[in-house]
């Protein structure tokens, strides 16, 4: 008999199979699992050798170099990732970047950034008033003709 074939037994089996992967896929389990698995993964993946530029210590809020820039904008992508509950991103953006999973202070962004409404993540907030500033600067000024 191939050990594939239905049997009674196996077919129970595949049911209770199938009923645990249901409830665990409701209460969200299922992804926990994955996101487990995959980072785990991805640790034993990664030689000690091949981490980022960005360290892991939290730069000084006057530290404007390069990697105190990239780590800030990394807090960002966090905080975002966060924000709008996107654990499976965040995990893998930390593992990816360096960065730690947990959701950054928002103080320190705040120290780097300025005052920000606190219903938006700052990053949605930045990218906003980027987007708002470069529209004002392409249409005429009032009182100006336009081209």
């Known amino acids: 008999m191939d050990k594939f074939e239905a049997t009674p037994r196996r077919e129970r089996e595949l ?17 926990k699992l994955k996101i487990m698995i995959q980072n785990k993964t991805l640790k034993q993946l990664q030689s000690d050798g091949a981490q980022n530029l960005i360290s892991r210590k939290r ?18 992508i966090m905080e975002y990732f966060h924000w709008f509950g996107y654990q499976y991103s965040a995990e893998m953006f930390s593992l990816e970047s360096g960065c730690d999973p947990a959701c950054p202070e928002r103080a320190y962004l705040e120290s780097k950034l300025g005052e920000h409404d606190k219903d938006t993540p700052i990053l949605v907030e930045e990218v906003f008033n980027l987007i708002r500033n470069k529209t004002s600067k392409s249409s005429p000024a009032a009182g100006e003709p336009s081209a």
């Open 15 to 31: 049911q209770l199979a199938n009923v645990i992967r249901q409830v665990m896929e409701r209460n969200t389990q299922i992804d």
């Open 59 to 76: 730069p000084s809020p006057e530290d404007r170099s390069p990697a105190a820039i990239i780590y800030a904008v990394h807090e960002l």
